[in-house]
C-alpha cells in the first residue's frame, strides 16, 4: 500500500479552501503579534518524530488483545506502514526498530525500501525483558544487573550486537531500557544490582561508535512490582554520567509516578546537557501507552515549554531524539500513531508561540499572574492550521485522518495481507 501525491492532492482539494481561510486568519493574527509565521511553518515541517516498530499492530494486555486486521506481519510491511503515516504527515520520516522483535534478512533491500519511503532508522532498541528461544541464559531474574555473571555477559553481547545491527542501517543511537528489578522485599540487594548494571552499561558503552549516543530508559515499575534498577530519571542521569559523554537519559512521559512534574526532569535535563530524548504517548495511571495528547494535553505543553526554552539557551544539549511510544488495544494503529503526531505538533506549535522573553521578564519580576497569561495565550492558540500548512509544504495531507479514511487504507492493507496477519511487538 503506497500513497503517491496525485492521492494526496485529489483528497487536499475538498479541504483546500477551508484551510486557506483559517491559515490567513490566524497568519495575521500571529503577524501582529509580530511572530514570523514562515519561520514557524518551517519549524513545524522540520520535526520529525520516529515510529516505533512495535506498534504497527494492534497492542494488548494480559487480560487479552483485539486483531485489527490487515497488521504488518514482516519488517518490510512495517516500514511500508510508517511510510503510509509519513505520507500522510509529512512528520514521521524515521522508524526505530526493536531487536530481536525487527532484525532485517536482507539490510541493502531494508535500507533501499526505507530510502522509498523517505525515511531513515532511528535509535535501536535492545530487549533484554524476554527470553529467546535456544537462549543459554534467562533474564528472569535479570539481565545487565543479574547477581549471576552469565546472563549480565549475555546481555551485554545482545546490546553489542544490536549496535552492530544499527551500524548497517545507518542508525546512530541504542536504547536500552531494562526491566530488571524485585517483586518482593529482600529479594534484590539494591547496591550489588545497581553496580551490576553499571558496569555492564560500561562494557557496552566501549563498544559505542564515536558519533553514536547511547539512550538510558528509566520506569519506576512493571513488569517488576516492588523495586525497578534503574527506576528514575536521577538514577538513569547518574548512570549516563558514569558510562561518559555519549551516554544520556531517555524519558518515556509513561515511566513517572502520578503527578510526577515532568517538565521540571526535562529542564534539570538539558541544562545539565543529559536530555537524549524522549518517547512520547499518554497515561492516566501506570504505563499506559495512550495517544499523545489524549489525557494531559497542557502537561505536554509545558514540557515542550521547557524544550523550546532549553533548545535556545542550553548549547551543552544535543538536539533531542523524539520518538514515539505507544500501543493500540482499540484503536487502529496507524490512526493512532497520525493523532499522537498530530498532538505532538501541536504541543511544540504552541510552546513556539509563547514569547520567552516577556515571560522571563515576567518571571524576574515575580509577576506570577502575567506568567500564566503568557503561557495560556499560547496554550490557548488554536495552532492546527499552521500544522497543515507545514504538511501542505512537503505534499502532506491537510486533514490526515480524513485522508487516511477517505482512500480507504486500511480496507486495502486487509485485501492484501489478510484478516489474520499478526504484527511482532507487544
Ligand atoms: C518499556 C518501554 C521501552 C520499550 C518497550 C517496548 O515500557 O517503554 O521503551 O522497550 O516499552
Ligand atoms: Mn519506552
Given at each position: 500500500?503506497k500513497?503517491?501525491?496525485?492521492?494526496i492532492e485529489s483528497?487536499?482539494?475538498?479541504?483546500a479552501?477551508n484551510?486557506l481561510n483559517?491559515?490567513?486568519f490566524l497568519?495575521?493574527s500571529?503577524?501582529?503579534?509580530?511572530?514570523?509565521v514562515d519561520k514557524?511553518?518551517?519549524e513545524?515541517s522540520?520535526?520529525?518524530?520516529a515510529?516505533?516498530s512495535?506498534a504497527?499492530?494492534a497492542?494488548?494486555?494480559?487480560?487479552?488483545r483485539?486483531?485489527?486486521?490487515?497488521e504488518p506481519?514482516?519488517?518490510e510491511q512495517k516500514?511500508?506502514d510508517?511510510?503510509?503515516i509519513h505520507?500522510?504527515t509529512?512528520?514521521?520520516g524515521?522508524?526505530?526498530l526493536?531487536i530481536p522483535?525487527?532484525v532485517?534478512?536482507?539490510y541493502?533491500?531494508?535500507k533501499?525500501?526505507?530510502a522509498?519511503?523517505?525515511?531513515?532508522?532511528?535509535?535501536?532498541n535492545?530487549?533484554?525483558?524476554q527470553?529467546q528461544?535456544?537462549?543459554?541464559e534467562?533474564?528472569?531474574?535479570?539481565?545487565?544487573s543479574n547477581v549471576?555473571?552469565?546472563?549480565?555477559?549475555?546481555a551485554?553481547?545482545h546490546n553489542?550486537e544490536v549496535?552492530?545491527?544499527?551500524?548497517?542501517l545507518?542508525s546512530?543511537s541504542?536504547?536500552?531500557?531494562?526491566?530488571d528489578?524485585?517483586?518482593?522485599?529482600?529479594?534484590?540487594?539494591?547496591?550489588?544490582?545497581?553496580?551490576?548494571?553499571?558496569?555492564?552499561?560500561?562494557?557496552i558503552?566501549k563498544n559505542?561508535?564515536?558519533?553514536?549516543?547511547?539512550?538510558i530508559?528509566y520506569?519506576?515499575?512493571?513488569?517488576n512490582?516492588?523495586s525497578t534498577?534503574?527506576?528514575?530519571w536521577g538514577?538513569?542521569f547518574m548512570?549516563?554520567?558514569?558510562?561518559?559523554?555519549?551516554?544520556?537519559?531517555l524519558?518515556d512521559?509513561g515511566?513517572?509516578?502520578?503527578n510526577?512534574?515532568?517538565?521540571?526532569i526535562?529542564?534539570?535535563?538539558?541544562?545539565?546537557?543529559k536530555?537524549?530524548?524522549?518517547?512520547?504517548n499518554?497515561?492516566?495511571?501506570?504505563?499506559?501507552?495512550?495517544?499523545?495528547?489524549?489525557v494531559?494535553p497542557?502537561?505536554?505543553?509545558?514540557?515542550?515549554?521547557?524544550l523550546?526554552?532549553?533548545m535556545?539557551?542550553n548549547?551543552?544539549?544535543p538536539?533531542p531524539a523524539?520518538?514515539?511510544?505507544?500501543?493500540h488495544?482499540?484503536?487502529?494503529p496507524?490512526e493512532?500513531?497520525?493523532?499522537s503526531?498530530?498532538a505532538i505538533q501541536e504541543a511544540?506549535a504552541?510552546?513556539?508561540?509563547?514569547n520567552?522573553?516577556?515571560?522571563?521578564q515576567?518571571?524576574?519580576?515575580?509577576?506570577?499572574?502575567?506568567?500564566?497569561?503568557l503561557l495560556?495565550?499560547a496554550?490557548r492558540?488554536d495552532?492546527r492550521p499552521l500544522?497543515?500548512q507545514?504538511?501542505?509544504a512537503?505534499?502532506g495531507?491537510?486533514?490526515p485522518?480524513?485522508?487516511y479514511r477517505?482512500?480507504d487504507v486500511?480496507?486495502s492493507?486487509?485485501?492484501?495481507?489478510?484478516?489474520?496477519t499478526v504484527?511482532?511487538g507487544?
Amino acid at each position: 500500500m503506497k500513497i503517491n501525491k496525485e492521492n494526496i492532492e485529489s483528497v487536499n482539494k475538498k479541504v483546500a479552501e477551508n484551510h486557506l481561510n483559517q491559515f490567513d486568519f490566524l497568519a495575521n493574527s500571529l503577524d501582529q503579534k509580530n511572530i514570523d509565521v514562515d519561520k514557524l511553518v518551517s519549524e513545524l515541517s522540520d520535526f520529525q518524530v520516529a515510529i516505533p516498530s512495535w506498534a504497527l499492530g494492534a497492542g494488548g494486555t494480559r487480560f487479552g488483545r483485539f486483531s485489527f486486521y490487515g497488521e504488518p506481519s514482516s519488517l518490510e510491511q512495517k516500514i511500508e506502514d510508517v511510510g503510509v503515516i509519513h505520507s500522510l504527515t509529512q512528520t514521521a520520516g524515521a522508524i526505530s526498530l526493536h531487536i530481536p522483535w525487527d532484525v532485517p534478512e536482507d539490510y541493502n533491500a531494508i535500507k533501499e525500501l526505507a530510502a522509498e519511503n523517505d525515511l531513515i532508522f532511528d535509535a535501536v532498541n535492545s530487549n533484554t525483558f524476554q527470553d529467546q528461544k535456544n537462549a543459554k541464559e534467562s533474564y528472569k531474574f535479570g539481565s545487565l544487573s543479574n547477581v549471576n555473571k552469565p546472563p549480565r555477559e549475555q546481555a551485554i553481547a545482545h546490546n553489542i550486537e544490536v549496535v552492530e545491527i544499527g551500524k548497517k542501517l545507518g542508525s546512530k543511537s541504542l536504547t536500552v531500557w531494562l526491566a530488571d528489578g524485585s517483586n518482593f522485599p529482600g529479594q534484590n540487594n539494591f547496591q550489588t544490582a545497581l553496580k551490576h548494571t553499571e558496569d555492564s552499561l560500561k562494557e557496552i558503552y566501549k563498544n559505542l561508535p564515536e558519533d553514536w549516543k547511547m539512550f538510558i530508559e528509566y520506569k519506576p515499575y512493571e513488569p517488576n512490582f516492588y523495586s525497578t534498577v534503574i527506576q528514575d530519571w536521577g538514577t538513569s542521569f547518574m548512570l549516563a554520567n558514569a558510562c561518559g559523554e555519549k551516554a544520556y537519559t531517555l524519558v518515556d512521559l509513561g515511566h513517572h509516578l502520578p503527578n510526577t512534574n515532568i517538565e521540571q526532569i526535562v529542564s534539570t535535563l538539558m541544562l545539565k546537557g543529559k536530555l537524549g530524548g524522549f518517547h512520547f504517548n499518554d497515561s492516566k495511571y501506570g504505563d499506559d501507552d495512550s495517544t499523545v495528547g489524549s489525557v494531559k494535553p497542557y502537561s505536554l505543553f509545558l514540557i515542550f515549554n521547557e524544550l523550546v526554552y532549553g533548545m535556545r539557551n542550553n548549547p551543552q544539549n544535543p538536539y533531542p531524539a523524539w520518538m514515539i511510544d505507544a500501543s493500540h488495544n482499540v484503536k487502529d494503529p496507524l490512526e493512532d500513531l497520525v493523532q499522537s503526531l498530530e498532538a505532538i505538533q501541536e504541543a511544540y506549535a504552541k510552546a513556539l508561540l509563547v514569547n520567552q522573553d516577556e515571560l522571563k521578564q515576567a518571571q524576574l519580576n515575580n509577576d506570577v499572574v502575567l506568567a500564566q497569561e503568557l503561557l495560556q495565550d499560547a496554550y490557548r492558540t488554536d495552532v492546527r492550521p499552521l500544522l497543515a500548512q507545514a504538511r501542505l509544504a512537503r505534499g502532506g495531507a491537510l486533514n490526515p485522518i480524513q485522508a487516511y479514511r477517505s482512500l480507504d487504507v486500511r480496507r486495502s492493507l486487509i485485501e492484501e495481507r489478510g484478516r489474520h496477519t499478526v504484527a511482532s511487538g507487544l
